[in-house]
Each structure stands twice: as structure tokens, then as C-alpha cells.
């Protein structure tokens, strides 16, 4: 039967990507925090960012491989409005390959960096991971 061999020609073969780099961003605006209660300055957000420094710990799987964070960046605004644009902060940070001769195989074959000279007044800059 022509439907069982493309079957059995399909069973358990994977194609996978070796190894891929992913950049998100993610925004709190603190309007809507405080409409749900969410506490931007306590507990909710330290849950928060301990939530993304252990995102797929518990969730691996074949997909996703062993997908896990390797960065986190946080632009800190004094004023709720924000002090500088988005685009403009994450501008200065910089992912580039440390070897483009060969495919990526791990995190180490980047560089990420963040150019924190000269920051809009306060704008302040922490490393998560």
C-alpha cells in the first residue's frame, strides 16, 4: 500500500535546525501593571524575570530541543512614560557572529554586546543573565 511506505519512510526522522539564535523583546508598560496589580517593584516582577531566566526548564521537548535564554537585558525607565524610545535603547545591543567561516553551533560563536555610554538621562541598564 502506497500510503504504509510513505509512512514508514517518515517514521522518525527529525529534521533539526543545530543550533539557532533568537532575539525577543518584551515590554512592561507600567499604566496597564498597575490596572491589573501587577507590582512592577516587587514580588510580580522578580517572579517575572525569574520566569524568563528558567523559560524551558521544565518544557523540554524533541521541538524545541534545548532551547534556553542565554541573555537578559533590562532597560530601566525613572519616569512611567519612559525616558528614551524603544528602538533607540535597543539599538545599542549588538549580536554579531564571532566567526562567519563556519556555521553557528552554540552561543559562544556570537558576541552580544550593549553600549552603555552616554544612556539617556534615566534610562538605567541591568543583565538579568
Do not use: C
Not at 535546525?17 to 507590582?39: C, E, K, M, S, W
Request: hydrophobic share 35%; proline share 5%; glycine share 6%.
Amino acid at each position: 500500500n502506497e500510503k504504509d511506505l510513505e509512512k514508514e519512510r517518515t517514521i522518525g526522522r527529525k529534521f533539526t535546525v543545530p543550533y539557532g539564535l533568537y532575539r525577543i523583546h518584551g515590554y512592561i508598560n507600567p499604566h496597564l501593571a498597575a490596572q491589573t496589580g501587577f507590582d512592577s517593584n516587587g514580588s510580580d516582577l522578580e517572579l517575572f524575570w525569574t520566569a524568563l531566566t528558567q523559560l524551558f526548564e521544565t518544557d523540554r521537548s524533541a521541538a524545541r530541543g534545548e532551547m534556553s535564554p542565554q541573555a537578559l537585558i533590562v532597560f530601566r525607565h525613572e519616569s512611567s512614560l519612559g525616558n528614551a524610545p524603544a528602538n533607540k535603547l535597543l539599538d545599542r545591543v549588538s549580536i554579531v557572529r564571532t566567526d562567519d567561516s563556519r556555521p553557528a553551533r552554540s552561543f559562544a560563536d556570537y558576541r552580544v554586546s550593549v553600549d552603555d555610554l552616554n544612556l539617556p538621562e534615566g534610562v538605567g541598564i541591568e543583565r538579568k543573565i
